[in-house]
């Protein structure tokens, strides 16, 4: 079993819908949990960072973490082309030795 | 935020040359990098953990004798690619660990802009 499991899609979605993006993991030893987003041909940049379980609120994103379901998700409200990216999850324990990444799920937002 | 970079940004090279790829954080010292190497619709996956003074931790599956790291100073590491095949073609990223002290440790972690090396 892979420590975290994340849809590829590639998901589509009209300009304006509210996109839910979903990681689950196995090692309940994470603490911090990350989103990052990846344009083609770019590195990643880290969008959100949460630790422990609850939510968090950035412009139109809100990550969120349950971790007695061992499941997190990144929500985009009003989402625009320029969202049009892979987003990743990662998530780490409190030593930080090593993140554990999603594949990714490829998103398009279309005008 | 903090600024990571990576150099060259795209390399084409013949089949046995080696290829040296730079990752420089900007603005922060950086005791701990990170090289990953991300195939075509595939996750990051983590190659070796660099820290700066002492000799890198491979992941299992990776040769250390292939992928020859660096971390000289706290604010540089390098990854050179000994002897480049054509299966070595990737997208190499790096990433810095930044450490930060609120209400209780914390890190973020930053990436640089990859490295896109096409062995012919």
């Known amino acids: 079993q892979k420590e975290v499991e994340q849809d590829p899609g590639p998901l589509s979605v009209p300009e304006g819908a509210i996109v839910s993006l979903n990681c689950t993991y196995s090692?309940?030893?994470?603490?911090?949990f990350m989103w990052y987003r990846q344009y083609s041909r770019k590195g990643p940049e880290l969008l959100m960072y949460?630790?422990?379980?609850g939510n968090k609120e950035d412009g139109r994103f809100t990550a969120q973490v349950d971790k007695s379901s061992k499941y997190i998700s990144l929500f985009i409200r009003d989402s625009q082309p320029s969202d049009s990216a892979t987003y990743l999850c990662?998530?780490?324990?409190?030593?930080?030795?090593?993140?554990?990444f999603g594949s990714g799920t490829k998103l398009n937002v279309k005008p | 935020g903090a600024v990571v970079s990576q150099h060259p940004s795209r390399v084409i090279c013949k089949s046995g040359t080696s290829v040296k790829i730079e990752c420089r954080s900007l603005?922060?010292?950086?005791?701990?990098m990170f090289w990953y190497r991300q195939f075509p619709k595939k996750s990051l996956m983590l190659m070796a953990t660099?820290?700066?003074?002492?000799?890198?931790?491979?992941e299992q599956g990776v040769e250390k004798d292939k992928f020859l790291i660096n971390h000289a100073s706290l604010t540089l590491s390098t990854l050179t690619v000994t002897s480049a095949h054509p299966e070595d073609s990737s997208f190499y990223i790096c990433?810095?660990?930044?450490?930060?002290?609120?209400?209780?440790?914390?890190?973020?972690?930053?990436f640089g802009p990859g490295t896109r090396l096409t062995v012919l």
């Open positions: 990433s810095a660990n930044i450490e930060i002290r609120l209400a209780g440790n914390s890190n973020e972690q930053f």
């Open positions: 949460t630790y422990s379980s």
């Open positions: 990662a998530m780490t324990s409190y030593n930080f030795n090593k993140f554990y």
């Open positions: 660099s820290n700066e003074g002492s000799k890198a931790t491979y």
């Open positions: 603005d922060f010292q950086a005791t701990t």
């Open positions: 090692n309940s030893a994470f603490q911090y």
